[in-house]
């Protein structure tokens, strides 16, 4: 681990102060830690945010959910707002990491979390997102667990989160703190495709902070679930996952979200799919028809074709799950 | 199991550590090399004088934490892990460094009530934090429940990741997410054992919780 100063921000404008003038955020740690420790990340500074008083949980006026960017994935999980109004939400986070982790990750670290490529975390291997121009291993390696959607010639890599899958298929919007002030972009704009910059993950800008997360008031009544397809039972990275809600009156569906992690170099929303629902009535043979465009525009390396079918499956899974609940 | 520090006072600062072992000369010395030694068990250290002197690139801060119920002040190097300062620094061996990547468990201990993986937590960020470790939990006369029921279940073979089992099965119980055997293995899930001794281990867990 390269040796950096350690500076603890007492005030939200005083840790984006810090930001500016190139210090690294750290909050859970998670992901950062693990990550100096391989000295993929070598920041100079790490400012530490972890006492802002950015835990909050409150309903907005307009009905949404607003989380504090410091809540932890267990707090998040198991506040009783979530999992009464967006259960995919906590189920997404329990079926994320371990009890550990989920005690010390936080939900602004979470979707600012890097990916689990192989190579990325291999400093000796040729990696165009940790350092530009230098190539893919991972195009021409081992890439059973790699993306589907969203690659370019230059970067397969996933984005591991499934909360953010969740945050994609709900239109979630992050609030953020910098030094112009503060804004508010919607989640889908947050974290970029890697094109011809891999290296570029998201649109904060220098010194930004995300403070919330927003979950929208939505119609209701809105059913919602996470199903999350892996090489083992728990603790593991999916393979395949979705995240799907419902929002169903007289028995048509209104309105239906969808979205893919697992397969995308960003949480993947599955607009096909979501039109092909939209009124509707629940059927067996609606959910099969629907997800059958799950895939569309995939683009499968030598090792992760088996994911184009398990995606389609995985989504006409849990389309049945979470229609026979609406 | 009593912590083997003799001294209960705080140890001023710079005096924190004992006469400089092996291996924090070796730790020391590999610093200043500058050499990058991904998970290795050296990552930082705490500073005794000459070390300090010979490490002027390696950042320090001073923080002061409460450990097994004993407050202690330290000057850190700023990389120095909560499982590095437990196991190199306090000689609380019990936590163990499994993957020293958070992906074993073996390392985890409660930080202020709640269960994390010590591998992963920067000791500077601790600042007025209480850890519990697995030698905080009970004495050899007194063990606490789940390690007596770690032994009446047989719940080890190596006995490598049971102090981890045994930390994380404390926050778990503690959690209240010890409902029935499947709800146990999932939660607890964040540790893993070699040897396989699973069923056993979460028999330790239900035994225990059941008599909450």
Redesign the interface.
């Known amino acids: 681990?390269?040796?950096?100063?350690?500076t603890?921000a007492n005030d939200a404008r005083e840790a984006v102060g810090a930001g500016r003038r190139g210090g690294r955020y750290?909050a859970g740690?998670?992901t950062l830690?693990?990550l100096?420790?391989?000295?993929v990340e070598r920041p100079d500074t790490?400012v530490?945010i972890?006492r802002l008083p950015l835990r909050e949980f409150n309903v907005t006026k307009r009905g949404g959910l607003r989380i504090g960017a410091l809540v932890t994935m267990?707090e998040a999980a198991a506040h009783s707002k979530v999992r009464s109004l967006f259960p995919v939400v906590s189920e997404a986070l329990e079926l994320s990491?371990?009890?550990?982790?989920r005690?010390?990750a936080t939900i602004g670290g979470n979707i600012m979390q890097r990916t689990r490529c192989t190579y990325f975390r291999d400093v000796t291997a040729d990696c165009n997102k940790r350092e530009p121009g230098s190539g893919c291993a991972a195009r021409g390696g081992v890439n059973r667990a790699h993306a589907i959607l969203g690659t370019s010639e230059s970067c397969v890599a996933t984005h591991p989160s499934d909360v953010a899958v969740a945050f994609a298929a709900l239109d979630a919007q992050v609030h953020l703190l910098g030094p112009d002030g503060e804004r508010t972009v919607p989640f889908l704009d947050l974290l970029l495709r890697p094109g011809n910059t891999p290296n570029r993950e998201h649109a904060l800008r220098h010194g930004e902070l995300i403070t919330a997360v927003e979950l929208p008031a939505l119609p209701r009544p809105l059913k919602s679930g996470y199903l999350k397809v892996r090489d083992r039972?728990?603790?593991e990275f999916a393979l395949t996952s979705a995240a799907v809600a419902l929002n169903v009156s007289g028995g048509v569906i209104r309105e239906a979200r969808v979205a893919a992690g697992g397969v995308g170099t960003v949480p993947w929303r599955l607009r096909a799919v979501e039109r092909a629902l939209a009124g509707e009535r629940p059927s067996d043979r609606l959910w099969s028809e629907a997800a059958a465009g799950s895939a569309e525009g995939a683009r499968p390396l030598k090792h992760n074709r088996f994911k184009v079918d398990l995606l389609r499956r995985t989504v006409e899974r849990q389309l049945r799950t979470v229609g026979d609940m609406a | 199991m009593s912590t083997e520090l003799s001294d209960s006072a705080p140890p001023p600062p710079n005096e924190a550590s004992p006469a400089p072992t092996r291996r924090t000369f070796i730790a020391t010395t590999t610093?200043v090399g500058g050499v990058?030694i991904?998970?290795g068990v050296i990552?930082?250290s705490i500073l005794s004088e000459p070390e300090a002197a010979a490490a002027t690139?390696?950042?320090t801060?001073r923080v002061a934490l409460s450990v097994n119920g004993r407050r202690h002040t330290f000057t850190v190097?700023?990389?120095t892990?909560l499982l590095d300062l437990l196991r190199e620094h306090l000689e609380l061996t019990g936590s163990k460094k499994g993957c020293?990547?958070?992906a074993c468990?073996a390392c985890?201990v409660l930080v202020d009530g709640?269960?994390?993986?010590s591998c992963?937590?920067?000791a500077?960020?601790l600042?007025g934090a209480k850890v519990t470790t697995i030698e905080g939990i009970g004495t050899e006369d007194k063990l606490h429940p789940l390690q007596q029921a770690f032994i009446d279940e047989d719940a080890f073979q190596c006995g490598y990741c049971t102090p981890g089992q045994i930390m994380?099965g404390v926050?778990?119980i503690e959690?209240g997410?010890t409902g029935s055997p499947d709800e146990i293995?999932?939660?607890?899930?964040?540790?893993i054992c070699r040897c396989g001794c699973y069923p056993k281990i979460v028999r330790a867990v239900e035994q225990t919780a059941g008599r909450k």
Not at chain 1, 36 to 39: C, G, K, L, P
Not at chain 2, 114 to 117: A, F, G, M, Y
């Open positions: 681990m390269h040796p950096f100063t350690y603890q750290i740690g998670t830690v693990d100096m420790r391989e000295t790490l530490d972890s267990s990491a371990s009890a550990q982790l005690n010390m039972q728990s603790y | 610093a990058a991904a998970g990552g930082g690139a390696a950042p801060s190097d700023n990389r892990s020293n990547a958070g468990g985890t709640r269960r994390v993986n992963l937590t920067l500077v960020r600042d994380s926050g778990c959690e997410h293995r999932e939660w607890m899930s964040g540790n």
